[in-house]
C-alpha cells in the first residue's frame, strides 16, 4: 500500500492552522497512524486509528478521515510544532509509511 | 511503558557483517513485536519488518526480505537486525519500536548509526 503526503514542504506561522494529507493508494479503513519526527531524534506517535491522540499529545494535534483520504491538522502552531510528520498505515503487512511533510517556519 | 535500548553507533567496511541489537525492558511480558525502521540520511522512514519476542514469528517487507535477517532471543528479550555482507547503501540509522495493540508504534529506541565505509 502506497501513502502519498502531500504538501512535502510547508512554511507556516506560529499560530497558524495547518493541515497535512496522506492518500492511500487503497482503502485502509481507520488504520493510519500519524508521527512527528524531529532532528536527530526518534518519532514520535502522535495519533492512532485515524483520529484517536496518543496519550500525553497536545489536543492541537487532530486526525481524521477514513478509507483512502486522511488528515492531520495542527490548530494553533506552537515553536515545538516545527517538525517532519509521517503517516503510516497499519491496515496490512508492510505498514508503510508516507514519504514525510516537512513542517518549516515561515 | 517498554523501554527499548538499542546497541552502539557502528563502523564497517563494505563487505563485512553486522548484529544490530534492541533489548526490551519487559516487566516479563514478552508476547509482542518488535519492529525495525530504516531512515537514511536525510530520508524519510522505512518498515523493514517485524519480529515476535515470544515465538519469533517474523514478518518482512518485501523490500527487505533477502537483504536482513530479523531475529530475536526470547531469554534476553532482545530483538536483532543483521547483515551478512554490508554495503555502503546500508549506511542509515535504525530504530527498533515496539507497536501499541492498535499497530502504530509507540515506543521507539534511541536508533543505531549504522555507517559503511571503505
Known amino acids: 500500500i502506497q501513502l502519498t503526503q502531500s504538501p512535502s514542504f510547508l512554511s507556516a506561522s506560529v499560530g497558524d492552522r495547518v493541515t497535512i494529507t496522506c492518500r492511500a493508494s487503497?482503502?485502509?479503513?481507520?488504520?493510519l497512524a500519524w508521527y512527528q519526527q524531529k532532528p536527530l531524534r526518534a518519532p514520535k506517535l502522535l495519533i492512532y486509528a485515524a483520529s484517536t491522540l496518543q496519550s500525553g499529545v497536545s489536543s492541537r494535534f487532530s486526525g481524521s478521515g477514513s478509507g483512502t483520504e486522511f488528515a492531520l491538522t495542527i490548530s494553533s502552531l506552537q515553536p515545538e510544532d516545527f517538525a517532519t510528520y509521517y503517516c503510516?498505515?497499519?491496515?496490512?503487512?508492510?505498514?508503510?509509511f508516507g514519504q514525510g511533510t516537512k513542517l518549516e517556519i515561515k | 511503558e517498554v523501554r527499548l535500548v538499542q546497541s552502539g553507533a557502528e563502523l564497517k567496511k563494505p563487505g563485512e557483517s553486522l548484529k544490530i541489537s534492541c533489548q526490551a525492558s519487559?516487566?516479563?511480558?514478552?508476547?509482542?513485536?518488535i519492529g525495525w525502521v530504516r531512515q537514511m540520511p536525510g530520508k524519510g522512514l522505512e518498515w523493514m519488518g517485524m519480529?515476535?519476542?515470544?515465538?519469533?514469528?517474523?514478518r518482512y517487507s518485501p523490500s527487505f526480505e533477502g537483504l536482513v535477517v530479523i531475529s530475536a532471543d526470547r531469554s534476553v528479550s532482545t530483538a536483532y537486525l543483521q547483515w551478512r555482507s554490508l554495503r555502503a547503501s546500508d549506511s542509515a540509522m535504525y530504530y527498533c519500536?515496539?507497536?501499541?495493540?492498535?499497530?502504530?508504534?509507540?515506543?521507539w529506541g534511541q536508533g543505531t548509526l549504522v555507517t559503511v565505509s571503505s
Open positions: 519500536a515496539r507497536p501499541s495493540p492498535y499497530g502504530p508504534f509507540e515506543s
Open positions: 487503497q482503502g485502509i479503513s481507520s488504520y
Open positions: 519487559t516487566n516479563g511480558l514478552i508476547s509482542y513485536w
Open positions: 503510516q498505515q497499519v491496515y496490512s503487512y508492510p505498514y508503510s
Open positions: 519480529v515476535h519476542l515470544g515465538d519469533s514469528d517474523i
